[in-house]
């Protein structure tokens, strides 16, 4: 299994922006599809971006236009580029590695957007 490791959290105001990185153990070059999903108190986790080994993206409905995933295979690493934050993106976040529908995770961050 890969390991992960993620960075990035904190906190930061509505309509700020911040990156998220979740660095791989190993190669995930032609071999992992990667994603990142996010779990508010008193919710369900949800799937906000996946990137697919051939490269495509796919956003959930309320992070379209504000959220992008990117992968850089030569330093193992996947980002997520929040914009235009909003207070009900809070939530942990977590990155999530796949391989043969097996799923290895991150330990989360924690993303507060606040006044």
């Known amino acids: 299994q890969v390991q992960l490791v993620e960075s990035g959290g904190g906190l930061v105001q509505p309509g700020g922006s911040l990156r998220l990185s979740c660095a791989a153990s190993?190669?995930?070059?032609?071999?992992?599809?990667m994603g990142w999903y996010r779990q508010a108190p008193g919710k369900q986790r949800e799937l906000v971006a996946v990137?697919?080994?051939?490269?495509?993206?796919n956003y959930a409905d309320s992070v379209k236009g504000r959220f992008t995933i990117s992968r850089d295979n030569a330093k193992n690493t996947v980002y997520l580029q929040m914009n235009s934050l909003k207070p009900e993106d809070t939530a942990v976040y977590y990155c999530?590695?796949?391989?043969?529908?097996?799923?290895?995770w991150g330990q989360g961050t924690q993303v507060t957007v606040s006044s």
């Open positions: 999530a590695a796949d391989r043969d529908g097996i799923k290895s």
């Open positions: 990137i697919t080994i051939g490269g495509s993206t």
């Open positions: 190993v190669s995930i070059f032609s071999i992992y599809a």
